[in-house]
Every structure is written in C-alpha cells, then in structure tokens.
C-alpha cells in the first residue's frame, strides 16, 4: 500500500530529479503564456534538453524575465504563500515545480517544495511525474518533515486558496479564500519560519467560467457537491488549437508573479489562538500591500481591492 501511495516521498519532498525538472517542454509552457516572476534579472538561455514538443504549440511572446522583490537566505526556511490559485495554479506549477523559469538562478540556495493536493499521489506515473518535480502532498505531515528534518533553506510553497478558489478563477475577479484560511500561519509558528507572501497576476485570466444565477438548481448542485468532496465543479472554458477557437486550452494571457517581501515569524511550539489570529492580520496586511503596489502595473484598475472571503 505505502508503494502505491508512493511511500516516505509523498511527505518528504518527493524524488527531486533535476533532469526532468530542467525539461525543455517547461520553457515552451512558460513562453506559452508567457510566464514570469516578479529587480530584474534577465536569464540567459539555458541547455536544451530532450521532450521538447511540438511547434505549433508555441507562441512567439517577449522572451519573459524572472524578477524578484526581496532576496531569500538560504541559512533560513520559509513558506511561500501562493495566490490565487485559479483554475489550474499554470504560474504556480511553472515557477516552482519546474525550473522553467529559473528558480534556482534566481533564490540560490533555496529548494522549493510544492504542496499538492493528495489524490494526485494516487494515480501512477502522473505521481512519479509530480515527485520529480519536488512536489509532496499538502498535510501536516509534509510540511512538518520539510521545515524541521531537511536543515535550512527549504521553501514550501503552497496555494492557500486550494480547489476552494477556483470558483473564483474569472477574469476581473480578485477575490481570495483566506479570511479564515490559518493553518499555514500556525505552522510557520510552530518552526519560525518566514511567510513569504506572493501573487500571480494574470493567473484568474487564463480561462474563462459561466457563473450560474446563485440561488438555481445548478448552482445548488454546486455547493451541494463542495460540500460532499470540497471541490467546486465549475463551468470554465478557454481556447482551441487556433486563435479565435473555443476549447480547454488555456488563454496565452502573460502570468507574473511577484514574490513579496518575508514576513518574520517568532517561534511559538504551541501558539495560542490570539497571536495566530496576530501573525494572520499581519500577513494579510502584506499581502494586500503587495497587490496594491503591483496591480496597475499588470493591468488591473488603481480602484479594484483584493477582498479576502
């Protein structure tokens, strides 16, 4: 059982490999949208490896740059918080399960860890792929192993919002699950890790969904089946294989993520309630701080907050 599960890998980040890590199809799936992170950095180009894909697959998009805020020390740890998820989290797989964009060239010395959701685990090959990655189920467990037995800079980086969010994976919309999303928070006090807040601005862009009228059958089917398995089916559509098509691809739409500034946690082994909530506010002030000063930049009305739900 625990090799179908995939064994100690699941929950001690995966079975890194820096080969598939360094694909050639990951450049191809950045420059598709294109993809960066957001100091500018430029990247050369790196080595081609093999499993490059087809042509037609590509676009021809400015050659994207990783770009940071804030530098992160690797005689530290940290958790990455990621948002919004979106319909699919393509920035957040790109970024960090990946080294597409340059990751490691970018944060030396810090080794990222994507948490994941755990049924991905149970699927063969599709659970070799995603370990190869350094990708590990999102639990407790995991990220107890990952900030306290694998020494300093590790960065564990997780989607709050989870599936929960994808309701909200509209164009326009910046909306976030998080008001009472907390467990990351009481986890960085546990191990004094930083919080790293980040956004990725374009992400909600890259499909479309129908929203049904709220109140009707269909959207009564919907938080009926949220709540029975806590994922929102929804309605969501992109493009075809040509321009002005329609299908399951995702939008070409440029994705940025800026990776904010951390945000220094103290180390509590059982932290009460009341400086969770604390170190919560705080971060919460962060990280609308950093779409604030971010958002018109990428496109989004000087006007329009982030709301947290």
């Not at 509590?268 to 002030?285: C, F, G, R, W």
């Not at 018109?296 to 006007?303: K, N, R």
């Amino acid at each position: 059982m625990e090799q179908l599960w995939g064994g100690s890998g699941v929950f001690a980040g995966g079975r890194r490999s820096d080969w598939v890590r360094g694909w050639c199809l990951w450049k191809h799936f950045r420059d598709y949208f294109p993809l960066k992170v957001s100091r500018s950095l430029h990247l050369g180009p790196g080595p081609l490896l093999p499993f490059c894909p087809p042509s037609f697959l590509t676009q021809s998009p400015p050659h994207p740059q990783m770009v940071k805020t804030h530098d992160l020390s690797p005689r530290h740890n940290y958790i990455i918080a990621v948002h919004p998820h979106g319909l699919m989290s393509h920035g957040t797989f790109c970024h960090f399960a990946t080294e597409a964009s340059g990751f490691s060239r970018i944060f030396p010395g810090i080794t990222p860890y994507l948490l994941t959701l755990g049924a991905f685990f149970w699927v063969p090959v599709l659970r070799e792929y995603m370990m190869c990655g350094g990708a590990c189920s999102v639990s407790r467990a995991s990220m107890e192993y990952l900030l306290s037995n694998r020494g300093t800079g590790n960065a564990v980086v997780v989607v709050v919002g989870g599936l929960a969010e994808c309701r909200y994976g509209k164009p326009g919309f910046s909306k976030l699950v998080l008001k009472k999303r907390k467990g990351f928070v009481h986890m960085a006090l546990r191990h004094g890790v930083a919080l790293v807040p980040s956004y990725s601005f374009g992400e909600n862009e890259t499909y479309n969904q129908h929203i049904f009228t709220p109140g009707g059958w269909v959207n009564r089917f919907q938080e009926w089946f949220q709540r029975l398995v806590h994922i929102y089916p929804c309605a969501f559509y992109g493009r075809g294989f040509t321009e002005n098509s329609w299908g399951l691809l995702p939008y070409n739409r440029p994705i940025t993520t800026i990776v904010g500034k951390p945000l220094l946690i103290p180390k509590i082994e059982n932290p009460s309630q009341e400086m969770v909530d604390k170190y919560h506010a705080l971060y919460l002030t962060a990280l609308r701080k950093l779409f604030d000063e971010h958002k018109v930049q990428y496109g989004i009305s000087e006007s329009q907050e982030l709301e947290f739900v």
